[in-house]
């Protein structure tokens, strides 16, 4: 075994925050990692929704899937894939035109990179990282400060709630927010890190959000007529995307279950009139109506659905990468 050389902490449970713990944990160095929500895997979570007749129906609202370039990390995925964490999701890809109601096949084109998944759900890489050796998880524990202890060499973490949550040689964050006014306008705290600790983060603004509303819709038939899992739409102002979840690969196939998300321009509309704040119920049903309207009128043959639900993913599709384009292939570099 490793001797232990260090203490820690990380902030954040999704992909970059629960990939850090772990490499820092194998490599020796004690971790915790922190995380305001429930459970790990932050945009790469998993939703579980029941039915009003009491079925289960489990969601990937965030990121559908991902695609890799980098080979350093694509030996990472492929470990991974060896562990049964992800796998390969091969169906059909495509393109519908909003204004033709013509369904584009880019299939070819598409196909071009492998997309994976996490498996039995996008958060499962993150849920196995969290809870690798050395990586001491806390969550619903939000960070609300870090401060810098001069005399000690050490940083303090203090919890949105004032509690004292330790001093650690190290921090890593994952999230932007921790530095950004963003953080203010949502919470109405301070930002936990003050920028003149490290002024050279404030280039952390420049960063696009992305905003954008995932519905989750369950159907009790497959839309055996529309001919692909993995749907991109143009010219269209209200969606952007719409993937098949129980297609994926160790996904249950006992009721047929779609996330469709939001163009950002749509979503950026919307908390223009709503604002930052927790969306309520009305406007989430507005919200759902709307994008629901959008994918029956693409004269797709698709039935009424038995469940919907609308969730406002507020940091948005923004990646860690050169292609965050909407409607483009989004990848993990
Ligand atoms: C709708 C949507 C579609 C997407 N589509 C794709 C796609 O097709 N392909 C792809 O590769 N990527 C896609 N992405 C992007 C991808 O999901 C993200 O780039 C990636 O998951 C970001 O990981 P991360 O660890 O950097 O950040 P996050 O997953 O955002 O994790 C940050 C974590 O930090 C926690 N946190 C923040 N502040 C605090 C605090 N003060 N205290 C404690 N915890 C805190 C949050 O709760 C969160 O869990 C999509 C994202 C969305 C939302």
Redesign the pocket.
Known sequence: MQNTVAKVAV???????SVCAATLARNGISVIL????RGP????SQRREISEDGRELLFDH?????TVTNPDVLSVVTEWESRGLVAEWKSNFGSFDCFTNKFVNTEHQERESKKYVGVPGMNSICKALCHEPGVDSKFN???GKFEWLEHENLWSLIGLDGQHLGHFKGVVA??K??ASPRFTAITGQPP?LDLSLAPELVKLHDIPIDP?F?LMLGFNEPLSLVPANGLSFTNSKVLSRAHCESSKPGRSSTSERWVL?STTEYAKDVIAQSGLEKPSKETLSKVGNEMLQEFLGTGLTIPQPFFMKAHR?L??????SNKHSQGRE???E
């Open positions: 902030v954040g449970s999704g992909i970059s925050g922190f995380d305001s929500a895997g932050g945009r790469m965030g990121a559908p899937y991902f524990m939000g960070i994952s999230d927010n921790i936990p954008c995932a998300h993913c940091q948005g599709k923004c990646l860690p989004m990848c993990l």
